[in-house]
């Protein structure tokens, strides 16, 4: 069974950066197309990000490109968004999750597998 473990939300500044990371068990990464959501209140989660199983891959929401960075360590079985220049619109539960093989979607039914979310605040 592949689980899930998100980390590295907190409270950040607008203009400030925060790393998450979607650490993975029970596959090997490198098995594994793994994307980002996030999920505002009173709003539907969206995609985020995604990269393919290979790495060579990888999908952005248009009001994250240029700011966040999604990449992958296999070593560490773990998978990386770099946010910068973060707005308070950025506000949001992030999860991330993952499916075997397959291509990279913004569409949240194609996942399997799902982490618990790690909340992103951004406020001054």
């Known amino acids: 069974q592949l689980q899930l473990v998100e980390s590295g939300g907190g409270l950040v500044q607008p203009g400030g950066s925060l790393r998450l990371s979607c650490v993975t068990s029970?596959?090997?990464?490198?098995?594994?197309?793994v994307g980002w959501f996030r999920q505002a209140p009173g709003k539907e989660r969206e995609g985020v990000s995604c990269?393919?199983?290979?790495?060579?891959?990888?999908t952005y929401l248009d009001s994250a490109k240029g700011r966040f960075t999604i990449s992958r360590d296999n070593a560490k079985n773990t998978v990386y968004l770099q946010m910068n220049s973060l707005k308070p619109e950025d506000t949001a539960v992030y999860y991330c999750?993952?499916?075997?093989?397959?291509?990279?979607?913004?569409?949240?039914?194609?996942?399997?597998?799902w982490g618990q979310g790690t909340q992103v605040t951004v406020s001054s």
């Open positions: 999750a993952a499916r075997r093989w397959g291509y990279c979607s913004a569409y949240e039914g194609t996942y399997n597998y």
């Open positions: 029970g596959f090997t990464l490198d098995q594994l197309t």
């Open positions: 990269i393919s199983f290979r790495g060579d891959f990888t």
